[in-house]
């Protein structure tokens, strides 16, 4: 079992920068696929980017976000970190971590959740 717990979250403006974490318990988080979503008042939940296993290290960003945020690991404290730049007003949701086995980008696939953490940005 593996317990995900996500912060960082908070209100921001346009263009300024927000790093949220998912820090997990119960296993080591360097052998799932990390990932991130988000989902907007009356929205689905929508991928944001993906990190592969430490071993294999890949990233892939929905392209909404390519440029402007960055996934990584810190499997030292058993961390994956979103770095968001750029932010404008339409990134603006809750920002859940999930944890899988799968390099996917469908919600359904992955196995474990966070609560999630509110990133609000105004205009």
């Known amino acids: 079992q593996v317990q995900l717990v996500e912060s960082g979250g908070g209100l921001v403006q346009a263009g300024d920068s927000l790093s949220v974490s998912c820090v997990g318990s119960g296993r080591s988080l360097s052998t799932f696929v990390m990932a991130w979503f988000r989902q907007a008042p009356g929205n689905e939940r929508e991928f944001v980017a993906r990190i592969g296993p430490t071993v294999y290290g890949d990233k892939y960003y929905t392209d909404a976000v390519k440029g402007r945020f960055t996934i990584s690991r810190d499997d030292p404290r058993n961390m994956v970190l979103l770095q968001m730049d750029s932010l404008q007003p339409e990134d603006t949701a809750v920002y859940y971590c999930?944890?899988?086995?799968?390099?996917?980008?469908?919600?359904?696939?992955?196995?474990?959740w966070g609560q999630g953490t509110q990133v609000t940005v105004s205009s």
């Open positions: 999930a944890a899988g086995s799968s390099l996917t980008t469908t919600a359904s696939r992955y196995t474990y």
